[in-house]
């Protein structure tokens, strides 16, 4: 009887025992977890990986992904020698330490350590709840309890160190080391992983730039439960939360506009590189008239991939510079930054050789008369000389030869997008009367650098590179190339001639100062101007933008990569091997005319107004039949000339008329003015 009793009361325990674990069990399954997928900022980041902009998450927080992997193991020990040591063993929540807080609660009269596992503190994070009333930690046991049911050991620990807070609206340990530390939580120092450790606690009240005093205390009690090395407790802590890194702004806002879902955009850029060429367009406009910004642009012409760009100095309004306006997508006048490509289309289409004689003299196409920068004019020169002295009358005898829409279709098979007034080009477009963007100008020089072969440029890594288009021959965007290069780099720079190919360009009203170059690699773009397009007095590209063009190559490498040599089918004579219809420019209307072999005077020309330097001045001629005299106001100064470009004695201000006679009797005469 006794045993059957024993045997009865046995089954009702058990039975008992078994509803209630029954009932607990039901109790944790029927839980309504918070949802645990974590939402992190969107991260911007370089070609190898490092950060360059943050996103924030709601109510402006920074939540910075993270996995195990890239945790210090020193602090993750820490963290759960200090805060759970038995979580890898209990279930959620911890009898043990529950016991022990409430027996410290009772024997001080006040709380001295929490009973709250990592789990439990999880459940608090996701459901931002408080931890005072008894109702919320009766809801953090029932989630925690769940959690563990739900996910594993690790997922767990994720939580905490995507949630933990740090101060301010930083949450996340990630987050936290670079806001606290600027470095990422791979490899914290003991002194820095134990006051990681502390502060989610009490994040505000420990905040080391505030409460300095409280955040030593705290970090002493987490190294005192490792035993750390006494210096560690020494080390200062920080004094200032750091800003997070905010490089490439405009094309971090670009790529997120196009892509708002991505979870992250990597690009084809150098953070380190980027931030320098940032620092360089801020220091290109100290000095300036207020208003004046700055744009930059590095690309890889053999790749596509743009290594930096900034669009403005600074990324804000202040100095009137429109800051958040990216100067490097503006469409503005290009000056004479296209003059290069006009001379790769004559060469490609016959018209010219670099060493081919072209006039510049005045020309007048009806009510248009371009004019040289200077006002003056050269005469007879070869095109070689023309481009390097960015002379203005030249390409515009080109292009009417080549035909405006022949240029702006080169143009746009170059990836290029000209805006062009009214719709239909005319000759002014040779000068900069067209539309572009500085990534435009960029992606055609690669093109030029690239044996005039222009692909689009990138910035997404990882991105398809469209099909190329072969804007011009290899060889004439080498002659362009290699003439370019013999241009002068700017005083103070450390590169020499024949480093870098670049051209200078100035728009009309010294609205913008332009320089755009190359090496054997690389592509570098300058703008400087006023955004809103008002002028900049005496604003030059050669004065105020190929400085910084130099400067961003000694940013990029120490030494330019060499150029390319000239491919096997370029022609490179003389002016006198060249071809006879090479010899000399002239158009197609000219082949034409009636030949003459009357003498001609081609410099000075006619109407020419000189600046004298000495007593004499350059008189070149073409045609008659040598030996020559030369009068000058009807008197005879130079008899039996028998060369065509001689040095004529002439001096005091004002008209002069200077008359040649050849051999056979036959003249020519031009009027000058001399200042």
Do not use: C
Request: no cysteine; hydrophobic share 45%; charged share 20%.
């Amino acid at each position: 009887m006794t045993q059957r009793f024993g045997l009865f009361v046995l089954v009702a325990v058990l039975g008992i025992a078994a509803g209630v674990r029954d009932g607990f069990d039901a109790w944790v399954d029927a839980t309504d977890l918070p949802p645990v997928l974590v939402e992190n900022s969107v991260e911007v980041r370089d070609r190898d990986g490092e950060l360059m902009r943050v996103f924030p998450v709601e109510d402006g927080r920074v939540r910075l992904a993270l996995s195990l992997e890239n945790v210090d193991k020193d602090y993750l020990a820490m963290l759960i020698a200090y805060e759970d040591k038995r979580f890898y063993r209990h279930q959620g929540v911890d009898p043990l330490a529950a016991l022990r807080a409430v027996a410290q609660a009772a024997w001080n009269g006040q709380v001295i350590s929490g009973g709250s596992t990592l789990t439990m503190q999880v459940a608090r994070l996701l459901e931002n709840s408080g931890t005072g009333r008894w109702q919320g930690k009766l809801r953090q046991v029932q989630v925690a309890l769940a959690l563990e049911r739900r996910l594993s050991k690790d997922d767990i620990l994720r939580l905490y160190l995507a949630h933990a807070p740090y101060g301010g609206a930083v949450e996340g340990l990630r987050a936290g080391s670079l806001a606290w530390f600027g470095k990422e939580p791979a490899r914290l120092t003991m002194a820095e992983a134990a006051l990681l450790v502390a502060l989610p606690q009490s994040p505000e009240t420990r905040r080391p730039d505030r409460h300095p005093d409280a955040a030593k205390a705290a970090r002493a009690r987490v190294l005192d439960r490792v035993d750390a090395p006494e210096q560690m407790r020494l080390a200062a802590v920080p004094q200032a939360m750091k800003p997070f890194i905010r490089l490439a702004p405009h094309l971090a806002d670009q790529m997120q506009h196009a892509d708002p879902l991505a979870g992250h955009h990597d690009l084809t850029l150098n953070a380190r590189l980027q931030a320098e060429i940032e620092n360089l367009a801020r220091r290109a406009v100290q000095g300036q008239a207020r208003g004046v910004s700055a744009a930059i642009v590095i690309a890889d012409h053999q790749t596509g991939e743009v290594l930096a760009s900034t669009g403005s100095p600074d990324y804000s309004a202040q100095g009137g510079a429109l800051g958040f306006v990216d100067m490097t997508r503006a469409v503005r006048s290009p000056g004479s930054t296209l003059k290069p490509f006009i001379y790769g289309l004559a060469f490609d289409q016959g018209l010219a050789h670099p060493d081919t004689l072209i006039d510049d003299s005045p020309v007048a196409f009806g009510r248009y008369a371009p004019q040289n920068f200077d006002g003056q004019f050269r005469g007879e020169l070869t095109v070689r000389e023309a481009l390097q002295l960015s002379l203005n009358i030249p390409p515009v005898l080109l292009t009417q030869e080549l035909g405006p829409a022949r240029l702006m279709a080169s143009l746009r098979g170059g990836g290029a997008d000209p805006q062009v007034p009214g719709g239909k080009p005319g000759l002014a477009v040779a000068l900069g009367g067209v539309g572009l963007t500085l990534n435009d100008l960029v992606q055609l020089y690669a093109g030029l650098a690239n044996g005039g072969k222009t692909r689009p440029l990138v910035w997404r890594l990882g991105s398809e590179n469209a099909s190329q288009h072969q804007m011009m021959s290899r060889s004439a965007a080498w002659q362009v190339g290699h003439i370019l290069a013999s241009i002068t780099p700017p005083a103070g720079t450390t590169a020499r001639s024949g480093q870098i190919a670049y051209k200078t360009g100035t728009s009309y009203g010294h609205r913008d100062a332009w320089a755009i170059g190359f090496d054997g690699r690389h592509v570098v773009g300058v703008w400087l101007g006023r955004p809103d397009g008002t002028p900049v007095p005496g604003a030059f590209g050669g004065d105020l933008a190929a400085p910084i063009l130099f400067e961003a190559f000694g940013r990029l490498k120490p030494t330019p990569t060499p150029l390319a040599a000239p491919p096997p089918e370029t022609l490179i004579l003389s002016t006198a091997a060249l071809p006879v219809p090479l010899q000399r420019f002239r158009s197609r209307d000219a082949v034409f005319q009636k030949a003459t072999d009357a003498p001609l005077v081609s410099f000075p020309p006619q109407g020419a107004v000189l600046r004298q330097s000495g007593d004499s001045i350059p008189l070149k001629l073409r045609d008659g039949v040598l030996p020559m005299t030369v009068l000058v106001n009807g008197a005879p100064v130079l008899t039996g000339v028998r060369e065509r470009s001689v040095m004529l004695p002439i001096s005091g201000p004002g008209f002069s008329q200077i008359s040649v006679i050849d051999a056979r009797g036959r003249g020519a005469q031009v009027e000058i003015r001399l200042d």
